[in-house]
């Protein structure tokens, strides 16, 4: 099992990564951060990561999916479309203000969903999909700096390492994400510099190059002893090829997923 302390010294360091180098958040703008309530340990660790490096004010949108099921369960149908105007303005708000965006991600309740009616449970994002389209607009746009980053919770450990004790499987989780986002590097942020460098150089050799296809082929065998992945995915007239850091119109660098 990893030591303790070295595990929290890696999950300050992935936090500090994720705040100054994914957001590249800036001395006196503000933070919006998005998790769900088993994140809170990390979401207090990535909070205190964003002040320390000059945030304005952080705001968490905790969410629940528990709570939500009980909307989706027992909500008066003509109400399941209602999206409150205080909602409309907090965003409008964010573009107006350049606010910053991390969004936590890691499946909390697997299959939780599985006994409620579709249609219901899609009214709720579509509408708020609506509502907020100039909010999503402008984070696509890359107006506002966004970054969007796992954080392992028990649910989901279990179901990539069945065979192990709860505890150790999100550590190994953990240090799944740690290889994944280069973390264990003496420099994460030199790191992340460099493997942009290198996307880019391959972004280059597509757009110069008539690219009909791409295939995704495994060269380790299965137990059939055919290739675990050999998936061929092929390409419009004009594809458009993109490394893994994105700018604001301004000019300021950013990475919109860890990994990439």
């Known amino acids: 099992m990893t030591n303790t302390n070295t595990l929290s010294t890696q999950i300050e360091r992935y936090a500090e990564l ?13 933070l919006r951060i998005g ?7 990390f979401v207090r660790i990535a909070t205190a990561a964003a002040y320390k490096a000059g945030t304005r004010y952080v705001h968490v ?47 909390t309740h697997p299959d939780f ?7 219901r449970m899609m009214t709720v994002p579509r509408t708020r999909a609506q509502k907020i389209k100039f909010y999503s607009q402008a984070q696509m746009a890359n107006h506002l700096q966004w970054c969007v980053a ?21 550590e190994q ?4 994400i740690f290889q ?34 791409v295939r995704f082929l495994d060269s380790e065998a299965g137990p059939d002893g055919k290739p675990r992945t050999d998936l061929t995915v092929g390409m419009t007239d004009a594809p458009r090829w993109i490394s893994a850091g994105s700018s604001r119109p301004d000019g300021l660098f950013f990475f919109p997923n860890m990994p990439t």
């Not at 994720?18 to 503000?30: C, D, E, F, H, M």
């Not at 969903?113 to 249609?119: A, I, K, L, S, T």
Request: net charge negative; proline share 7%; glycine share 2%.
């Open 180 to 213: 994944t986002c280069r973390v264990n590097e003496p420099d994460p942020a030199a790191a992340w510099l460099a493997h942009n460098r290198r996307l880019n150089k391959v972004v280059d050799f597509l757009h110069h190059n008539d690219v009909r296809a």
């Open 35 to 41: 998790a769900e309530l088993e994140y809170a340990p």
């Open 173 to 176: 989780l953990w240090q799944l």
């Open 18 to 30: 994720l705040i100054n180098t994914g957001v590249n958040l800036q001395p006196g703008q503000s």
């Open 150 to 170: 796992a954080v392992p919770t028990a649910a989901w450990a279990s179901k990539v390492f069945p065979d192990l004790a709860a505890e150790a499987a999100v």
């Open 113 to 119: 969903f599985d006994d409620v009616d579709p249609e």
């Open 61 to 107: 949108d905790w969410d629940d999916q528990p709570t939500k099921k009980q909307r989706y369960l027992h909500s008066s149908t003509e109400y399941l479309d209602f999206f409150p105007a205080f909602e409309v303005a907090r965003h409008r708000e964010m573009v107006d203000d350049t606010w910053a965006r991390l969004a936590l991600v890691g499946d």
